[in-house]
């Protein structure tokens, strides 16, 4: 298993940038597929971005936000950059074992807690 801590969100202005961290601990990342989702009241959990052997990117992000992972410290990153307040939501980290790239929360197995974000106009 795999335990999963999200830390970065808070609030920022529109046009500002934020940088989330997921840290693991239990396995290495390196051998999951690891993703962030968000989600705001009353709404699915939204696929934003994907990380494996290749990157993935949801067409209203793409652009702005960077995933990144660092194997050696077991985490994983996401930069957001030209925040806009509809990109304001909760966000999850999530991992699955593999490497084969998902973009259905339902395919994940393993979630952080969440981290709040919010963008102000």
């Known amino acids: 298993q795999v335990q999963l801590v999200e830390s970065g969100g808070g609030l920022v202005q529109a046009g500002g940038s934020l940088r989330l961290s997921c840290a693991a601990s239990g396995r290495p990342v390196s051998s999951y597929q690891m993703a962030w989702f968000r989600q705001t009241p009353g709404k699915e959990r939204q696929f934003v971005a994907s990380i494996s052997g290749f990157l993935s990117y949801a067409d209203y992000v793409k652009g702005r936000f960077t995933i990144s992972k660092n194997n050696v410290k077991n985490t994983m990153d996401l930069q957001m950059s030209s925040l806009k307040p509809e990109d304001t939501a909760v966000y999850y980290c999530?991992?699955?074992?593999?490497?084969?790239?998902?973009?259905?929360?339902?395919?994940?197995?393993?979630w952080g807690q969440g981290t709040q974000v919010t963008v102000s106009s």
């Open positions: 999530a991992a699955r074992p593999g490497m084969e790239l998902f973009r259905s929360p339902n395919n994940y197995d393993y």
